[in-house]
């Protein structure tokens, strides 16, 4: 499992038809590669999450724009696509008393690894955690849970 931290633009704008790819015509025209992308939406905005190759090349674009930006430090995990790959994630942070805020990933079935995105109560602090010997073995195979 490899793993960095990484800043994420959040971009808050109409929830209208159009405004994506709006978003997507601007950082093509300045040629910024979108690797992870989260879009939620209220009754009146939109928040489009992005992970981009140039975050502040990106920033300095949507400012210009006159959108309001956010950027905040995520996991960027690139990890192997099998069951029990995120009990092992989630189980060394609640060990460790981190709570992780959010996250999203995506990998196509027949892939052997995927990129998820998380936002956790303490970045440094969970890669660290996720970083250490003991987290890179199988997690115990449980018989139920609670949630």
Request: proline share 5%; charged share 20%; net charge positive.
């Amino acid at each position: 499992m490899a793993m960095h931290i990484a800043k994420q633009i959040s971009v808050f704008l109409a929830n209208k038809p159009g405004t994506l790819a709006a978003v997507c015509d601007v950082l093509a025209e300045a040629q910024i590669n979108i690797y992870a992308i989260s879009t939620s939406d209220t009754i009146d905005h939109s928040v489009v999450r992005l992970v981009v190759d140039h975050p502040q090349k990106a920033l300095k674009i949507f400012e210009r724009h006159g959108s309001l930006v956010v950027v905040t430090d995520v996991l960027l995990i690139d990890g192997s696509n099998q069951p029990g790959s995120l009990l092992e994630i989630a189980k060394a942070l609640s060990d460790a008393d981190i709570n992780i805020e959010y996250c999203y990933c995506a990998t196509s079935p027949q892939a052997k690894k995927g990129l998820m995105i998380m936002r956790t109560s303490n970045v440094e602090k969970a890669l660290r955690v996720l970083n250490a010997p003991a987290t890179r073995t199988a997690p115990p195979r449980r018989k139920s849970s609670s949630l």
